[in-house]
T-cell receptor, first 112, second 114 residues
Framework: LAKTTQPISMDSYEGQEVNITCSHNNIATNDYITWYQQFPSQGPRFIIQGYKTKVTNEVASLFIPADRKSSTLSLPRVSLSDTAVYYC?????????????FGDGTTLTVKP | DTEVTQTPKHLVMGMTNKKSLKCEQH?????MYWYKQKAKKPPELMFVYSYEKLSINESVPSRFSPECPNSSLLNLHLHALQPEDSALYLC?????????????FGSGTRLTVV
């Protein structure tokens, strides 16, 4: 299983762009990179997933360099409600493996 | 329906009690998971069911007993738990292995063992 490393915490202000980087040096060929957001006492919520280059959806962008040993989650114009823990997950989510291991997560605090 | 529903939301049980946690999804997902999450820690995988068969058991103590009666339902039976088993128990599901769209998590059951 690929081990992931993220910053423990980050602070930002409302309206700023936030970039959270995840390191995954031993990512396997079949592994995807998935990011989740978790609020206290709730289950993690899927944000975005990618394999290589750049993926964008309505809430975030995911940048993955060619060597895939790291990835960056970009949150545009954060608000106070984006204060949460963000997890990077690397693995193959399928019925046979299902062994994507959560890293320790990054606690993002957005200030007014 | 795009949700995973977990019941109950909160549970307090004694160390000699037997209780069950329930998880339900109607998205047609064929993989279902139980995770345990302690305060300020990431979720830890406990069990994986694939097509209603147990495919992964992460060396979980036998006082936790999973069951998958059908493709939409996942139970976790609890017996003789210890206070250190108090945690948020999360259920998740995912699609078949052809695609990779991530997990859909429920809101969890907050379990307190007294």
């Amino acid at each position: 299983l690929a081990k992931t490393t993220q910053p423990i915490s980050m602070d930002s202000y409302e309206g700023q762009e936030v970039n959270i980087t995840c390191s995954h040096n031993n990512i396997a060929t079949n592994d995807y990179i998935t990011w989740y957001q978790q609020f206290p006492s709730q289950g993690p919520r899927f944000i975005i997933q990618g394999y290589k280059t750049k993926v964008t959806n309505e809430v975030a962008s995911l940048f993955i360099p060619a060597d895939r040993k790291s990835s960056t989650l970009s949150l545009p114009r954060v608000s106070l409600s984006d204060t949460a823990v963000y997890y990077c997950l690397v693995g193959v989510v399928n019925t046979n493996a299902g062994k994507s291991t959560f890293g320790d997560g990054t606690t993002l605090t957005v200030k007014p | 329906d795009t949700e995973v529903t977990q019941t109950p939301k909160h549970l307090v049980m004694g160390m000699t009690n037997k209780k069950s946690l329930k998880c339900e999804q109607h998205m047609g997902h064929r993989a279902m998971y139980w995770y345990k999450q302690k305060a300020k820690k990431p979720p830890e995988l406990m069990f994986v069911y694939s097509y209603e068969k147990l495919s992964i058991n992460e060396s979980v103590p036998s006082r936790f007993s999973p069951e998958c009666p059908n493709s939409s339902l996942l139970n976790l039976h609890l017996h003789a738990l210890q206070p250190e088993d108090s945690a948020l128990y999360l259920c998740a599901s995912s699609q078949d292995g052809v695609t990779n769209y991530g997990y859909t998590f429920g809101s969890g059951t907050r379990l307190t063992v007294v």
